[in-house]
């Protein structure tokens, strides 16, 4: 069965500082990979999506960037954080061409 | 811009009660919609309807699709203290990529 892997579970990181999150799938090839933010609030906000290594596509303008460097890892980054990049950070795949979407446990990130 | 929308926000029933939530959806060539239930951490699939599968069930959780009102009901029967959560409802449209455009949610909570 597939399983997805997300850490850390929990972060908390100062302004200016830099980020990685770590997401990686087992029991699947070639999935489809998504990072999702959800702010206290508000619905699930797409960042990323990769349809294969080294192809990402960005959905909004950040200071965030995503890279797959295998075919079941997505990894999600930052420079400098941000206030406002405050957040639960949920990667997500699916099978090439499907719609249904399993999660990740969620990262759940505070800027200070 | 595809739009999703959930009605109501939230919700307080007793156990034992029905309720039924709410999604309408504006999209372009929409393909799938899709239930989400999130409690505290990351979403868990529920239903996914298409054209050529507009209706679901599962146990006490029902789900049919209007496409020609451009809406979605999820019923859930004989409420427990367990379907305590947030509802999210999606939607796929056919851009290729196969992203997913969520809702904001219907936080249900259900009191014995």
């Known amino acids: 069965s597939q399983t997805i892997h997300q850490w850390p579970a929990t972060l908390v990181q100062p302004v200016g500082s830099p980020l990685s999150l770590e997401c990686t799938v087992e029991?699947?090839?070639?999935?489809?990979l998504y990072w999702y933010r959800q702010a206290a609030g508000r619905g699930l906000q797409l960042l990323f999506y990769?349809?294969?290594?080294?192809?990402i596509s960005s959905e909004v303008p950040q200071n965030l960037s995503a890279s797959r460097p295998q075919d079941r890892q997505f990894i999600l980054s930052s420079k400098k954080l941000l206030l406002s990049d405050s957040g639960f950070y949920l990667c997500?795949?699916?099978?090439?061409?499907?719609?249904?979407?399993?999660f990740g446990p969620g990262t759940r990130l505070t800027v200070t | 811009e595809d739009k999703v929308v959930q009605s109501p926000l939230s919700l307080v029933v007793h156990e034992g009660d029905t309720v039924t939530l709410n999604c309408s959806y504006e999209?372009?060539?929409?393909?799938?919609l899709l239930w989400y239930k999130q409690e505290k951490k990351a979403p868990t699939f529920l239903f996914m309807l298409?054209?050529?599968?507009i209706e679901k069930k599962s146990g006490r959780l029902s789900s049919i699709l209007d496409k020609k009102e451009l809406f979605s009901i999820l019923n859930i029967t004989a409420t427990q203290t367990g379907d305590s959560a947030v509802y999210l409802c999606?939607?796929?449209?056919?851009?290729?990529?196969?992203?997913?455009?969520f809702g904001k949610g219907t936080k249900l909570s259900v009191i014995p």
């Open positions: 997500a795949w699916s099978v090439l061409n499907g719609y249904e979407q399993y």
């Open positions: 029991g699947t090839s070639n999935p489809n």
């Open positions: 990769s349809v294969g290594i080294g192809q």
């Open positions: 999209v372009t060539n929409f393909r799938s």
């Open positions: 298409t054209s050529s599968g």
């Open positions: 999606a939607v796929g449209s056919g851009a290729g990529s196969y992203q997913l455009t």
